[in-house]
């Protein structure tokens, strides 16, 4: 269960999201739904009804220097939105 959960999104998208107890994570690709939930339910010690996953593809990036151009790409991830049980909350902040 060690490395599943990289780390919280905090966008504003997911902020507003949690009014509906749903909080989003980067997870690695490799993990499936099971092990998002059990690990979310033992960090934060809530019960999970649902997780959904996404895996985001990463971008093309161009960049002119004057030795020419360079072209990359930034990396693809996975997104997992876990929707809470109603009464539970996850507090990003004060669980360290």
């Given at each position: 269960?060690?490395?599943?959960?990289?780390?919280?999104?905090?966008?504003?998208?997911?902020?507003?999201?949690?009014?509906?107890?749903?909080?989003?994570?980067?997870?690695?690709?490799?993990?499936?739904?099971?092990?998002?939930?059990?690990?979310?339910?033992?960090k934060?010690?809530?019960?999970?009804?649902?997780?959904?996953?996404?895996?985001?593809?990463?971008?093309?990036?161009?960049?002119?220097?004057?030795?020419?151009?360079f072209?990359?790409?930034?990396k693809?991830?996975?997104?997992?939105?876990?929707?809470l049980?109603?009464?539970?909350?996850?507090?990003?902040?004060?669980?360290?």
């Amino acid at each position: 269960m060690i490395g599943i959960l990289v780390r919280p999104i905090i966008t504003e998208k997911m902020t507003e999201l949690g009014d509906k107890r749903q909080y989003a994570f980067e997870v690695p690709t490799s993990v499936n739904k099971i092990e998002v939930c059990k690990a979310v339910e033992k960090k934060f010690n809530v019960k999970v009804t649902s997780v959904r996953t996404v895996i985001v593809k990463g971008k093309r990036k161009n960049q002119m220097t004057k030795r020419g151009r360079f072209e990359g790409h930034t990396k693809t991830w996975k997104k997992a939105i876990v929707t809470l049980k109603e009464g539970d909350k996850i507090d990003y902040f004060g669980n360290v």
